[in-house]
């Protein structure tokens, strides 16, 4: 029992720093939004990259408020990155994007939420339901 005591007291402030960080990160009126960032196809690669040193690319996109969930290439049309943001931080995102991103892409914003929670849970009830 003494042994259980110590380990229960380090578990339990590890899941309670993690919910704090976890809130820290991500908070409550946030947002996740995606970014299509379309290369434009009349301009080469180094040309593109030209563009967005000149413009602070690396420097200024995503602004320090946002957190990058995931960053990809799709080839043939250019980079989707899609990022979660606070809602009060919207417009710093916008200049960022208009600073640092325009003239090397076209882009497209979609607001996105994760449905997989979502899907994952209905998948669990429609197994539990078949078991009965």
Known sequence: ????????????????????????????????ITIFMKHHQDKNIDELREIRNNNGFLENF?????????WYVLMGIGQVVTLKIPASELRTL??????????AFSTEFYPTYDLY????????????????
């Open 1 to 32: 029992m003494k042994i259980l005591t110590p380990v229960l007291l380090l578990f339990l402030s590890c899941f309670s720093s993690y919910a704090q960080d976890k809130a820290q990160t991500t908070p409550s009126d946030s947002l996740m």
């Open 94 to 103: 916008n200049m960022a994007v208009e600073k640092s991103v325009w003239g």
């Open 62 to 70: 995503p602004p320090p408020s946002a957190k990058v969930v995931s």
């Open 117 to 132: 929670p979502h899907i994952k849970e209905a998948k669990e009830n429609l197994k539990a339901s078949q078991n009965e």
